[in-house]
């Protein structure tokens, strides 16, 4: 571009100012080039910028890793004074609010992500602070796709997954769960004011276009709605939401917990309850959730004394806490 | 939707854009160098003349089909695929854990790789044979030929199909969130997952993706212009040359 410039001036030289409008043709060039430049010079200050903040972020992730051993995860981290202690890592999405969410400030007893400078947040962080604390072990929070969690836990990339994730059986085949933490009921989110507003039982839900997460029950007991347009599942609750909102779906199958704050954080969606009778028919093992850990794992015994030591109540207490906490609902 | 809810949502949450782009960012840019280092490397050895006999021609052909499976292999299965086998197959099967980062830059550096030996194969053929045949003709081996003359011209050709791989890189780095990359798609799937606006927040990424994709349209765009060089003393030569005969005549009448 510099060259060009330079040139111009050359032709304006050579023509030894002959022709006046030649000469306002160039200047014009030259200002349309100078804004030209002015434009790129701030997308590539974006683009430093961009890079010099991810690669201060890459830098935790070398340093910090949870991926390493936990004993020399302990001898980078911790000050020589402090005991090393050994490290609890924890999987889970951090984007399945109100069970575990991600956020910028440590508020409300947020736990630092590992390799990143967010925290994650929510009912199985919670959890996960007892557990860790009842191990006598320091809590690590290891952000995973969902998809990632069993594959992690199997390649020892983490611990334990604190997920929101129900112990069945097929999970069972590959991986080993505590007893249960928290235990929900099968809701259907469906749009205010829509066709399905006010669907008291699962008989109203014939033809509708229902979908649930990919990989979970949920997606299983969808067939147990007679007459359903079934659709293809979806990987994550934000998908299945924006679905519900554009009107691809009439509705998801979620858990009571996820629904109730999916209801709150949006006034166009509806949560619909079952009776008992009426509702999916699920078995406990299903809308339980538990820790999902390692085959042979020598943690399920330590955890479950943990867990067992809090009650239903303090379940609904803390759940009721991180419903309120959730980002959505501030 | 309302443009006030973009800005809060940018208020709260812009670190977080901001440090899943520069992740974005970073992983593309290595990849995209580290993989036009392979594909320049296996472009130079494809285009080894099969010598007549012996040893080194067995070598070679062993060589070649190596490389034909590896750009078979990683061309024709998705990144997405690659980086659950590579990252979580290390562990199970290897024993080897590796850093999310050092299995982000490994995955799609392979990828651009394999895409990039295909594009500087490509970029070697357009160089005329009299090229060749001259570097020959002076006493060059083939390392020679390549790295003087084939080389610095092929990548002057290859450059805008690079470009086109680093825009791709940029964008499907995205699918390394399934090994835990907080890249950017992975960053908005969790600023939705927490607030529960959808739209507004991958709107937001949206503009973000194109602002480092026009970024890098603009910066290649501007390599390109001066790896040609100036042009314009062409230009000056010609506009002279139109105006010639005009002062060419005046002159002549003031002679």
């Known amino acids: 571009m510099f060259l060009e410039d330079l040139s111009s001036t050359q032709v304006f030289f050579d023509r030894k100012l002959s022709s006046s409008s030649i000469k306002i043709k160039i200047l014009n060039k030259g200002r349309i080039k100078l804004k030209k430049s002015f434009l790129m010079m701030i997308m590539a200050t974006l683009l430093i910028a961009a890079l010099v903040v991810g690669c201060g972020g890459n830098t935790t992730d070398n340093t910090n890793g949870a991926q390493n051993p936990p004993v020399a995860n302990g001898d980078n981290n911790q000050a020589p004074s402090e005991p090393v202690k050994e490290v609890f890592r924890v999987g889970m999405e951090a984007g399945y609010a109100p069970f575990n969410w991600t956020q910028i400030g440590d508020a409300n007893g947020a736990v630092k992500i590992d390799g990143s400078p967010e925290y994650a947040g929510g009912y199985d962080v919670e959890i996960a602070k007892r557990i860790a604390e009842g191990l006598g072990r320091e809590l690590v929070i290891v952000k995973t796709d969902w998809d990632g969690l069993v594959p992690s836990l199997q390649a020892d990339k983490i611990d334990a997954i604190i997920a929101g994730m129900s112990p069945t059986a097929k999970r069972k085949e590959s991986i080993d769960f505590s007893d249960n933490y928290y235990k929900s009921d099968l809701v259907i989110v469906v749009k205010k004011g829509g066709k399905y507003d006010g669907a008291t039982s699962l008989k109203d839900f014939n033809g509708a276009k229902v979908t649930a997460q990919l990989n979970t029950f949920h997606y299983t007991v969808v067939d147990q709605i007679e007459g359903v347009n079934k659709q293809s599942a979806m990987d994550s609750f934000p998908a299945m939401r924006v679905a519900l909102e554009a009107g691809m779906i009439d509705g998801y199958v979620s858990e009571r917990p996820e629904g109730v704050s999916a209801e709150a954080a949006n006034a166009n969606f509806k949560l619909i309850e079952f009776t008992e009778a009426d509702g999916f028919q699920t078995s406990d093992e299903d809308t339980a959730i538990a820790v999902g850990l390692a085959k042979g794992s020598d943690l399920v015994g330590p955890i479950n004394e943990v867990l067992a030591g809090i009650s239903l109540d303090e379940q609904k207490e803390i759940m009721d806490k991180a419903i309120e906490n959730q980002p959505a609902a501030q | ?255």
């Not at chain 2, 067995?58 to 990252?87: C, D, S, W």
């Not at chain 2, 606006?197 to 290649?220: A, D, G, Q, W």
């Open chain 2, 1 to 255: 939707m309302s443009f006030a809810l973009i800005v809060d949502i940018l208020i709260e949450y812009w670190p977080m854009f901001l440090r899943g782009a520069g992740k974005t960012l970073l992983v593309a840019i290595v990849g995209t160098i580290i993989g036009s280092i392979i594909g320049l490397m296996i472009g130079v050895i494809r285009t080894i003349p099969e010598p007549e006999k012996g040893i080194k021609k067995h070598l070679l052909k062993a060589v070649n089909m190596l490389i034909g499976a590896y750009i078979e292999v990683f061309r024709g299965t998705p990144m997405m695929v690659q980086a659950m086998v590579i990252y979580y197959g290390s562990a199970i099967a290897l024993g080897v854990q590796m850093d999310i980062l050092d299995a982000a830059f490994l995955v799609i550096s392979i990828n651009t790789g394999a895409y990039m030996a295909e594009i500087v194969r490509g970029g070697i053929i357009s160089i005329d044979k009299g090229q060749y045949e001259a570097a020959e003709a002076i006493g060059m081996n083939h390392l020679q030929t390549m790295v003087n003359v084939v080389l610095p011209q092929a990548i002057r050709n290859i450059l805008p199909a690079t470009g086109n791989e680093f825009i791709i890189n940029i964008k499907d780095s995205s699918v390394l969130s399934v090994i835990g990359l907080t890249e950017l798609f992975y960053q908005s799937k969790s600023v939705s997952g927490a607030n529960y606006k959808y739209f507004e927040v991958f709107l937001i990424t949206s503009v973000v993706y194109l602002i480092m994709t026009i970024s890098v349209t603009k910066i290649l765009r501007y390599v390109e212009r001066r790896m040609d060089g100036a042009e314009n003393y062409d230009i000056l030569g010609n506009q002279m040359q139109v105006e010639t005969p005009r002062i060419v005549g005046q002159e002549q009448k003031d002679k």
